[in-house]
């Protein structure tokens, strides 16, 4: 689904929190609110859109901090 957004020039995002709140415990009303129906819990979530021209949200410079210390 990402892919064929991607391709028909779409952005998308997978996103956790829906998966979280529709599958929490026993409760199946917002579950079934949303229209998911008894017997099914939702897997994943992604959100679809049209990519905005300019990104307003970039990260400044990166200036380097030091060295990595990799543990095996």
Same mark, same amino acid.
């Given at each position: 689904?990402?892919?064929?957004?991607?391709?028909?020039?779409?952005?998308?995002? %997978?996103?956790?929190?829906?998966?979280?709140?529709?599958?929490?415990?026993?409760?199946?009303?917002?579950?079934?609110?949303?229209?998911?129906?008894?017997? %099914?819990?939702?897997?994943?979530?992604?959100?679809?859109? %049209?990519?905005?021209?300019?990104?307003?949200?970039?990260?400044?410079?990166?200036?380097?901090?030091?060295?990595?210390? %990799?543990?095996?």
């Amino acid at each position: 689904m990402i892919l064929e957004a991607t391709e028909l020039g779409l952005g998308s995002c %997978y996103i956790v929190s829906p998966t979280l709140a529709l599958n929490a415990g026993n409760d199946r009303a917002l579950a079934q609110e949303a229209g998911i129906p008894d017997g %099914y819990q939702l897997q994943c979530a992604v959100i679809i859109g %049209y990519a905005a021209a300019e990104n307003k949200f970039t990260v400044g410079e990166r200036t380097p901090k030091g060295s990595v210390n %990799y543990v095996d």
